[in-house]
């Protein structure tokens, strides 16, 4: 099935016919061509198994990470019009400019600012003040330095729950990454946790393109410019967050999103 | 400088030196690959290196001779080469080891898996890892310093070295791998088995007895097999306790020497470097090796079939 | 007063009773038995360690720990055996923890899952059971003979290298294997190649598995007597090897690594193979000084242990 690719913002991806097969063989996405818009968020919804994370990770190539995975198709990132998935491109190259922020959250087991300054200490040298410039600046970014700017030094692990998941978003915007990717990034948080990642990504998504896979619909509706529903690895329908939740297109998109299924 | 201009800097930083850090990379794989492959290398050498001597030793020693005869003496004038009497001794003291092994073991491991409260798991497991710490010319020393005497106290006419002392030491010495190994397995069987049992009314004996121990037993048959290759392979202890005189004697009571204690005794003479006389030890440990290799591969088996069934 | 089953007999409340009695006396009897054998196992242990410090304690003292050995036991020492020991450590510490942690990092991060692989695995495997005097035959045809490397600290230090890798590559890949997945793929998402993952994140924070296993496979080497008697150990050096640093250019010398060589099993091994019981008391006093050492490392082992594992928790 085509998606109804928007024309009118200007694109910092395109997905155009990426399929997706674990292990060289087991096909999970078709031939999905979606269009990501500049400085805007997208979410991705849809049941369980239909593919959303799957597609999320191709954007990074987390997926190169474990054999036999095989990608067709291509995912075009805008300016400079390369294309993500092609294996000739170090995937290092690509994850130093698309940024991801996990479903559980992952800081290592060292200091608060160590986690944050290790995405910049691998790309080369820096100098001690720049480096906590950066840091400080993350950290004010994903509204976490009040509440740790007295004990930088002190274990990530110490953190509660929802200030780790701030403190991973810390950590993959110090880098300055041009797309942020969120897998379902408050499934595993309380409600006032959720409601600050949720108030950070609207925050966000006005300087960086966003792509977040929810499993909540009415997240999806709160955060997000654009919304697309994924159904058994296609993509079935993606347009305007409202338009999407209001008055869908597809009859498949209404009966998820009216909860019939999913 | 602030956040921004860093940042500008270090993206310009990106492009230009990734071929650099990609050759880099593949070096560092190379070097691991190299280290992983010493392995393979050892092993190559060790079984190169016995079999080229023993090659040398079977062209001067038939076969049959080597298997058959009764006698070992090859540094006599008349030389025999036969590996029987070495075979026993090993063997014997190897009897002698499980059978004080595997029902300490066995029954240590069903108390710790199915009996023990915390406090004893906790006191018992340091003091089994110290037994397996101790240095085995330690339990040489004690093999022949403590235990022979003991033992001719209650027998006067034990001679000084004999395979009995040990054995029973070696027995002792194999226990901590024993009982851990068939902890393991006794673990490894599901909650819910021993419930049913228990449900019916069965005590916690009855249950270990005839659900546990039977459903991990590939597992605890592992213990056992790998335990006879660690007693086959022992040396220090027979070579100090049991003499080095080889002997085609079934009896534990008996002085006599096992392959490993025969290998020992030849490396500490002086024997010319390609005479038969330094083959031997290779010949011997040849067999060494190819018996422990059958219980290992064994031991092996046995231990995948116990997981895959859980 | 009988009970009806439905099965249509009646059994006897009074049996039954008696019945149960009996199986939980001999449910006491069987976890008084597991209790005494292990009780058994430990007082073995206490009375080697007992008879060990009470035949040799006495005779540790300042003389002994700094003579050379001699036809007197008397005024026999061990000197040159705990140097000797300290000596190849080193050298077996420098060879077997680079390898081995290398090639545990290569079959838990690099290696796919090729036939390859498989025999590098199956390999190790067997290593671990070969008996220890197999090592040093190994090492007498090849590095003694054929390398011409002699009986020296050189052939001492491969030898018991040897005989540990497998040990170290074993333990290494637990630690490496107890790192969730999750931290390798935060550390991959911040543009990290596999190296830097390695090397900042998954190696540091499996130190203390890779610590605790390395000290024990060292402690292990440190008892080792078999393979180097196999490869030429004397038991009579009166003499020490020669020094590493010299007066002149380059101050460095490697000359002492051809030199022959004793280690502290060893010369216990010499000292208890005698008739005469005041060489006896030698042998026991090297066997405190030896499982003094050896206890010592395992102790720290459990130390590490127990100190890296209250610092991270997953």
């Known amino acids: ?262 | 400088m602030n956040a921004e201009a860093v940042l500008k800097k270090t993206v310009t930083w990106r492009w230009s030196s990734r071929l650099p850090m990609q050759m880099k990379e593949k070096a560092i794989e190379s070097l691991l690959l190299f280290a992983a492959l010493t392995s393979v290398a050892i092993t190559i050498g060790i079984v190169g290196v016995l079999v080229y001597e023993s090659i040398g030793f079977f062209r001067q020693v038939s076969l049959w001779d080597f298997l058959t005869d009764t006698q070992w003496t090859p540094l006599f004038s008349e030389p025999h080469y036969g590996i029987l009497p070495l075979i026993s001794g090993t063997l014997v003291t190897t009897a002698v080891a499980l059978a004080v092994a595997v029902p300490m073991g066995s029954l240590i491991a069903i108390y710790l898996s199915e009996y023990a409260s915390r406090g004893v798991r906790e006191t018992i497991k340091p003091a089994l890892e110290l037994l397996s710490a101790v240095p085995t010319v330690v339990y040489g020393y004690f093999a022949l310093l403590f235990v022979t005497p003991a033992l001719q106290a209650l027998w006067p006419a034990l001679p000084g070295f004999n395979m009995l002392s040990a054995g029973l030491v070696i027995g002792i010495m194999i226990v901590p791998y024993v009982s851990s190994v068939s902890e393991d397995a006794m673990r490894a069987v599901p909650v819910h088995l021993r419930e049913g049992a228990f449900a019916l009314g069965a005590t916690r004996m009855q249950t270990a007895l005839r659900v546990v121990f039977p459903s991990a037993l590939s597992g605890i048959t592992a213990a056992y097999v790998l335990g006879i290759s660690r007693a086959i392979g022992e040396t220090m202890v027979v070579a100090i306790a049991a003499g080095m005189q080889p002997t085609l004697t079934w009896n534990p009571l008996e002085p006599a020497a096992t392959m490993t204690a025969y290998i020992v005794q030849v490396s500490l003479g002086d024997l010319p470097h390609g005479s038969v006389g330094y083959q031997t030890i290779f010949a011997t440990g040849l067999t060494l090796l190819l018996m422990t290799l059958v219980f290992n591969l064994a031991g092996h088996v046995l231990k995948k079939r116990y997981r895959q069934i859980y | ?314």
């Not at chain 1, 993350?138 to 998941?165: C, I, M, T, Y």
């Not at chain 3, 390798?184 to 830097?196: L, M, N």
């Not at chain 3, 196999?230 to 050096?237: H, M």
């Not at chain 3, 030896?290 to 928790?313: P, S, V, Y």
């Open chain 3, 1 to 314: 007063m009988s009970l009806k089953n439905d099965i249509g007999k009646s059994t006897d409340a009074k049996l039954v009773r008696r019945q149960i009695l009996r199986s939980q006396l001999r449910d006491r009897f069987f976890a008084v038995g597991g209790l005494l054998v292990m009780a058994v196992a430990c007082l073995v242990l206490l009375a080697l360690l007992l008879q060990l410090a009470y035949d040799g304690i006495g005779r540790v003292s300042w003389q002994f720990v700094s003579s050379y050995p001699s036809r007197f036991a008397s005024q026999a020492g061990i000197l040159s055996a705990w140097i000797g020991t300290i000596l190849v450590m080193i050298l077996t510490a420098a060879t077997a923890i680079p390898l081995g942690i290398g090639a545990a990092i290569y079959l838990e991060e690099y290696a796919s899952k090729n036939w390859m692989t498989d025999v590098i695995e199956i390999n190790i495997a067997n290593l671990a059971g070969v008996p220890s005097i197999v090592y040093g035959l190994m090492a007498l045809g090849l590095l003694v003979y054929e390398f011409h490397l002699g009986h020296s600290f050189l052939t001492a230090g491969l030898t018991l290298a040897m005989l540990i890798l497998p040990m170290v590559i074993i333990a290494t890949r637990e630690a490496l294997r107890a790192i969730p997945p999750q931290i390798r793929e935060a550390a991959y998402a911040v543009g990290a190649t596999k190296w830097q993952t390695v090397r900042d994140h998954v190696v540091p924070y499996s130190m203390g598995g890779i610590l605790t296993g390395m000290i024990l496979a060292l402690s292990r080497a440190v008892g080792e007597t078999a393979p180097l008697i196999t490869v030429g150990a004397l038991s009579f050096i009166a003499f020490l090897p020669r020094s590493p640093l010299t007066s002149e250019f380059p101050f460095i010398s490697l000359q002492w690594l051809f030199d022959p060589f004793t280690v502290m099993p060893i010369q216990m091994f010499n000292w208890v193979s005698r008739p005469q019981d005041e060489f006896h008391v030698n042998a026991a006093a090297a066997g405190v000084i030896l499982l003094a050492m050896t206890l010592a490392m395992n102790g720290l082992a459990i130390a590490i242990r127990a100190r890296f594992r209250k610092r991270i928790h997953w």
């Open chain 1, 1 to 262: 099935m085509t998606a109804q690719v928007y024309v009118t913002p200007t694109l910092k991806a395109e997905a155009k016919e990426l399929s997706f097969f674990y292990g060289g063989t087991a096909q999970a996405l078709r031939s999905i061509s979606l269009a990501l818009p500049d400085r805007h968020a997208t979410a991705l919804i849809g049941p369980s198994g239909c593919g959303k994370t799957t597609f999320l990770r191709c954007l990074n190539r987390m997926h190169d990470l474990y054999p036999g995975n095989r990608y067709a198709g291509s995912v075009v990132l805008y300016p400079d019009g390369i294309n993500i998935v092609d294996q000739t491109i170090d995937p290092i190259e690509i994850r130093m400019r698309v940024g991801m922020v996990f479903q559980k959250p992952n800081p290592f087991p060292t200091t608060i600012y160590e986690n944050v300054a290790y995405g910049l200490r691998i790309r080369g040298s820096i100098t001690r003040s720049d480096l906590k410039a950066v840091v400080e600046q993350s950290l004010k970014d994903a509204a976490l330095w009040p509440e740790v700017k007295d004990r930088l030094h002190s274990l990530a692990f110490n953190l509660s729950g929802g200030q780790q998941q701030r403190l991973c978003i810390a950590r993959a915007l110090a880098t300055g990454p041009e797309m942020l990717l969120f897998d379902e990034p408050t499934s595993a948080l309380d409600p006032t946790a959720t409601a600050r990642i949720e108030e950070l990504v609207t925050e966000l998504k006005q300087r960086i393109t966003i792509v977040i896979v929810t499993h909540n619909m009415q997240q999806a509706a709160r955060v997000s410019d654009y919304t697309a529903f994924m159904y058994e690895g296609e993509l079935v329908e993606c347009d305007r967050t409202e338009k999407i939740f209001t008055n869908p297109s597809n009859k498949l998109t209404e009966e998820y999103v009216t909860g019939r299924f999913g």
